[in-house]
């Protein structure tokens, strides 16, 4: 019975573990990544707020799922 409480405490924690480390993301050369920020409590989506070089006042942002 230890094991299986156990068992289910580490996957419970691994998901939360995942849940909360925000994406790895490469931008080309450009692109400057100016937020990430999570979206929703449960979900595991993702939004990053990005700018072009070329236009610098304009913020744009797009939606990553891990």
């Known amino acids: 019975m230890a094991f299986w409480k156990k068992a289910l405490g ?7 573990y995942k849940n909360l480390q925000p994406p790895t ?3 080309p050369p450009e ?4 937020g990430i920020e999570k979206k929703g ?3 595991s989506q993702w939004r990053v707020k990005y700018k072009l ?3 610098m006042q ?6 990553v799922s891990s």
């Open 41 to 43: 409590v449960i979900g």
């Open 10 to 16: 580490a996957a419970v924690g691994y998901k939360v």
């Open 25 to 27: 993301i490469v931008p």
């Open 31 to 34: 692109m400057v990544i100016v």
């Open 58 to 63: 304009v913020t744009q942002s797009f939606t």
């Open 53 to 55: 070089r070329s236009n």
